[in-house]
DNA sequence: CGGGGCACTCAATGCGGTTTGGATGCTGGG
DNA sequence: CCCAGCATCCAAACCGCATTGAGTGCCCCG
């Protein structure tokens, strides 16, 4: 059942059908019901490939999955931030494309996209210093909206972040407040925009305090617990060790978590651990009381917001940049607690 | 740049450049080559959604993500499952379009995909006891394959999956083979299939030898580390707690460490821990040395195999449905050790 | 009563490819 | 030398919708 036979069945024109359809206003009212009614009888959905080509319009964004091939790693707040995109998806009708391309293609994947036009836009995930993404991207004339932000890139794009400076910088104070001082950061990958900002805030609070910063402190690695467990092992057997540990994630946290029980201490007695909190529906922090102390922000609600920035901007391409920073909440844990006395 | 561009750049007729680039037989070879370098030379590439229209194929497959409303989850395998299938489409010039949508529309997003015809076919992930997806999908002529099964479907249909039942039998063996007798299992959520066939074979390896299971070592919820550690601390209070756990996932295994450690035992010699492992990228099971002993399968593989499986069910629909179970392999962590003697 | 203007409808064209059904030229065998 | 047959290539139809530009009939006003 196309337009056509529709048309045919009602003794009108599939012009007259079409515009019935589409709500346009120069078509008699009773003609319209008729119209729909009859539609609705027949089951009659447009053939969404028909209208995209004669629209010009995909009805689509794309989200390119980069994987690098020596550390491959699907980053696991991405589930949920997919999952938040989809929902402004779903209701504006719109579907999501993934793309998954190991990373040395992933230029050459955008370029693919706009020219064959699968898409309307693109969702730029996991932002790097300079990132070469968004100079391309405005080349190319795809719309996009990037997650997180690029530290160097000049032009004006948009973007929506959460103040990764800040919350570590929040978190860091909190631990100075509760008289830690020696203090460790258990960052994610510093060619990650979002870490370099994070190093960022924890320097930053420290340095308020005129503590200096020391290298012994600040590990830099994929955010697993695996890696969270390695640095934090290797810290508490220094001479001096940390009395409290910011962690990049739940998962960084809970590797941390071991490696403090492994030493026979207690968390949150003697060692106080603070943690960056994506809340990811599989990876709850706890329930009424949560496991850890935490800086949280929902990265689900972030692809929602992200999708809707980005469907903006492709109903309006006219329309200047957009620029959105989040704030992290902090929640109070188990994890944490007044710095042992010597 | 179009095919008509092309092709009157080109001195030829759009039929001809068309034939050409796809591969027909009755085009002189020298005139595609020409074609075919003159394409990449300005970058042409054909026009998705006018491929879309003419050839009636949405060169696309879907994937529904149904949201349930009351657990929320996100399930943390999605992500690495979805990049092994995304590699295989990126392989075959399909996209993977991505709907999340709340559960109660679940069945009614199938129907919309068939009418919009936006894919070709879909995968169906978390199938359920009698799932009623596999008799719709059948009724309404998607082509599907589904990952896992469906105990109590009748039907014929494709899928993949892991020989749970096998794997929890091997891993519950594996205990009593180092001599423990109370043995527990923290199991998902059992509606789902894959939780029922991982009872049965906890439940088979124990009748093997001659042992009752006793439903107080017998936990059923969310492959949460918050669901993990509720249950597994709950046993280690009862009067004759478990020396052994089996647990469904990475993140229960943490949580069922985390109340071993709690209790003040030691993993791997006071209470032994087996996971299920679905290698996911973002949480490895350690490196060299596992943490957890585990049964381990990627699930990232399984999404690549799945993906194989409906194209090739989309591209000759005429085959005959196809089944492919894979088993999960052992390998030994520091989780595990004999029973410790009373 | 005539004509301007409004409300409504339709035929035709375009979107950018694929595919059908020839047409053309060339080759080789009888 | 003629023609069947093959190798190439092309014009035109088609996919199913949106949209442009043109009617058509009717009402109302002068």
Chains 1, 2 share one sequence.
Do not use: C
Not at 148 to 165: H, K, Q
Not at 216 to 228: I, K, N, P
């Amino acid at each position: 059942m196309n337009l056509k036979d529709l048309a045919q069945r009602l003794g009108l024109s599939p012009t007259t059908v079409s515009r019935a359809l589409n709500g346009y206003p120069e078509v008699n009212e009773a003609t319209r019901e008729r119209v729909i009614a009859a539609a609705k009888e027949h089951n009659y959905h447009p053939n969404t490939r028909a209208i995209r080509l004669a629209t010009g319009r995909a009805m689509a964004v794309g989200h390119v999955i980069a994987i690098a091939n020596r550390h491959e790693i699907v980053n696991p707040v991405f589930a949920d931030f997919i999952a938040g995109a989809g929902e402004t998806y779903s209701r504006n009708d719109y579907d999501m494309v993934l793309s998954v391309v190991p990373d040395e293609e992933e230029a050459q994947t955008y370029r693919a996209m706009k020219v064959k036009g699968n898409v309307d836009g693109v969702i730029v995930h996991g932002p790097r210093e300079n990132d070469p993404r968004i100079p391309l991207l405005r080349e190319v004339g795809l719309p996009f909206v990037v997650h997180g932000r690029a530290t160097g890139a000049t032009e004006d794009y948009s973007w929506l972040d959460v103040n990764n400076r800040r919350a570590f910088q929040r978190a860091t104070e909190h631990l100075l407040d509760l008289g830690h001082r020696r203090i460790a950061l258990v960052n994610g990958l510093e060619f990650m925009d979002f870490a370099i900002r994070r190093r960022r805030g924890y320097v930053d609070a420290l340095a308020a305090r005129q503590i200096a910063p020391d290298p012994a402190l600040m590990a830099s690695d994929e955010m697993t617990e695996v890696a969270g467990f390695r640095a934090a092992h290797t810290m508490l057997d220094l001479p001096d060790p940390p009395t409290a540990f910011v962690a990049a994630s739940m998962l960084s946290g809970m590797g941390v978590r071991r490696a403090v029980e492994g030493a026979g201490l207690k968390l949150g007695r003697d060692v106080s651990v603070i943690i960056f909190d994506d809340d990811l529906s599989y990876m709850k922090n706890g329930e009424d009381r949560p496991i850890f102390t935490a800086m949280r922000s929902s990265v689900r609600e972030a692809g929602r917001l992200v999708a809707e920035m980005l469907l903006a901007r492709i109903a309006n391409p006219a329309a200047g940049e957009v620029q959105r920073l989040l704030e992290a909440e902090l929640v109070e844990g188990m994890s944490t607690g007044p710095a042992p006395q010597r």
